[in-house]
């Protein structure tokens, strides 16, 4: 089993950065395809990007080039680094881990951290 937990979100204006961070607990880490994805009010949980044992990484199309997946084997951690936020960003973002031979989502989540774009 694995066990997640994100922080780096906040308050940032249009234009800005942040760095979301995903701790994970667990073995195996190294095996699964980690990713981030997010969800605003009265919508449903999209995908934002993915990165797999392989570093193979894919965006949703609306970040590219803004936003960068990473991972860190090592220290079992994930991150999500932003920039150019814009306010349709705004939503809690997640990281999910998805065991090898799953199709993601996986069914390892953390518990979120709320990003908002605004002025």
């Known amino acids: 089993q694995v066990q997640l937990v994100e922080s780096g979100g906040g308050l940032v204006q249009p234009g800005g950065s942040l760095r979301l961070s995903c701790a994970a607990s667990?073995?195996?880490?190294?095996?699964?395809?980690m990713g981030w994805y997010r969800q605003a009010p009265g919508k449903q949980r999209d995908v934002v990007a993915t990165i797999t044992r392989t570093g193979t990484i894919n965006y949703t199309d609306s970040v590219k080039g803004r936003f960068t997946i990473s991972r860190d084997n090592a220290k079992k951690m994930v991150y999500l680094q932003m920039n150019s936020l814009k306010p349709e960003d705004t939503a809690v973002y997640y990281c999910n881990a998805a065991p090898i031979a799953t199709i993601p989502p996986g069914d390892y989540w953390g518990q979120g951290t709320q990003v908002t774009v605004s002025s």
């Open positions: 667990g073995s195996i880490f190294s095996t699964y395809t």
